[in-house]
């Protein structure tokens, strides 16, 4: 055995996750995760939830990405801002994240819009960091850390932290290269040689190139870290400006860049390589992000034990998979497969199943996203589909064969993805249906 596989071999053989110990920096610095989006673009997979509580990669939900950043990198102030059908992603971080030790300040807070300096909710990213402004005091930090909690990507933030501090500078923003055609749904940024930010402009109808690449351009992630003085008079200054739209990328940013040293921080893995990182905001993006993990080697790596992926799972035995006649085999090929499920004589081939899933007798599922407890009856043919938790679908159902035949019934992207409710089958699990009695 080399020494590569013997290292691999002890961490398997390890009690515990290691995580990165707290340094003097992360000790001193607050996160603040913006969960509280609306998510429209998802269309009805955030009909009854915000989207960072939306379901990803077999077991997960999108936020489980940012906060399972934080405890990794060593960070263990985080406040999750909420706002937008909160309910069951409230739920999900009282029973995932709540095993952090408030007494040694440690903890995942949740902050809901609650008109805490106005009669209003959260207007923009920065107004609802103004509106907390009080809490922030409260923790004292010397750097928070601005997320968004509906991006799926791994990174160590302690060395951005870091880069932060020794800079000196007043504000860092993450940014990624993204194509230029992309980049019209992003903040672009000019830098000049020391990456100090000269220009920011947030979802820009031309955005500029980096300089050398005309194809491409400098994008914010969303992630921000600022130096906490400077944060408190930029929150107190644009919440008195009745022009302001009161947003980070539309406002604040901008702004910071005339009067105070705000740099980039290019999110890049050990290579030096452009990192992994997702946008799911739309059903196309939120789909394909599912597909890259049934690859045999996805650029996101769910099994590194080095950088687990925390979250909350239901108690379930192992996937199950009967059957072995011909026409009539369960099986799974190219696909993640959770526990709970049960592949009874069906096959499923480069797909993503949640957990408590099960497909009966001679159905087909290919390059679909199942989310959990959905029901997939005998003889059905499935393509090209995200079918949201708790859909039964009958026996003979075809669905990504006939593009007309799912408009009328379905969601279906330009793309041809075809987004499938349980409401849009007659099933609606959260309204009681009056009209029949």
């Known amino acids: 055995m080399n020494d590569i596989k013997k290292k691999e071999q002890a961490q398997l053989y390890q009690y515990y996750t290691q995580t990165k110990n707290a340094t003097e920096v992360t000790r001193n610095t607050l996160v603040l995760i913006l969960a509280g989006g609306q998510g429209s673009r998802l269309k009805g997979l955030t009909k009854w939830r915000a989207k960072p509580a939306v379901p990803f990669g077999g077991k997960y939900r999108i936020i489980d990405f940012a906060l399972s950043n934080c405890i990794n990198s060593g960070l263990r102030r985080i406040g999750v801002l909420t706002q937008y059908k909160s309910h069951s992603l409230i739920r999900h971080l009282q029973r995932a994240w709540s095993f952090l030790r408030a007494e040694i300040g440690e903890f995942v807070e949740i902050l809901p819009a609650q008109q805490r300096m106005s009669k209003e909710w959260y207007q923009g990213t920065a107004d609802a960091l103004f509106q907390n402004i009080d809490i922030m005091h409260r923790h004292a930090p010397e750097f928070v850390m601005v997320l968004g909690g509906d ?20 504000l860092t923003v993450g940014c990624i290269e993204v194509p230029l055609e992309e980049a019209r749904a992003f903040g672009v940024m000019s830098v000049d040689t020391e990456l100090q930010i000269t220009r920011f402009t947030e979802k820009p109808e031309n955005p500029e190139s980096i300089p050398g690449r005309p194809d491409m351009a400098l994008a ?28 980070f990328g539309n406002d604040i940013i901008p702004k910071a860049i005339e009067t105070a040293k705000a740099i980039a921080y290019p999110f890049r893995d050990d290579h030096g390589d452009q990192a992994y990182w997702r946008d799911v905001g739309t059903v196309d993006s939120y789909w ?30 192992p996937a199950k998979f009967v059957f072995d006649d011909e026409g009539r085999r369960g099986e799974a090929i190219d696909s993640l497969v959770s526990g709970g499920c049960i592949i009874a004589g069906a096959r499923v081939k480069r797909s993503v199943i949640f957990f408590a899933t099960r497909i009966e007798n001679r159905s087909i599922v290919k390059d679909s996203v199942i989310l959990p407890k959905v029901t997939i009856g005998k003889n059905c043919r499935i393509q090209n589909t995200i079918i949201d938790k708790g859909a039964y679908i009958a026996d003979g159902t075809i669905i990504g064969e006939n593009p007309e035949d799912d408009a009328r019934r379905f969601h279906v992207t330009p793309n041809g993805i075809i987004l499938v409710t349980p409401e849009m089958l007659g099933q609606d699990l959260f309204m009681e249906n009056t009209e029949e009695k």
């Open 220 to 247: 914010s992630m969303g992630i921000y870290i600022f130096s906490t003085s400077f944060l408190y008079n930029a929150l107190i200054v644009d919440a008195g400006d009745k022009d302001s739209s009161h947003d």
């Open 151 to 170: 991006h799926i990507y791994t990174m160590d933030y302690s060395k951005m932290l870091m880069v932060h501090a020794r800079s000196g500078a007043d």
């Open 288 to 317: 394909q992000a599912n597909m890259e993990l049934c690859a045999v080697e996805p650029e996101l790596n769910l099994y590194a034990r080095s950088w687990p992926i925390w979250t909350y799972q239901t108690q379930h035995p």
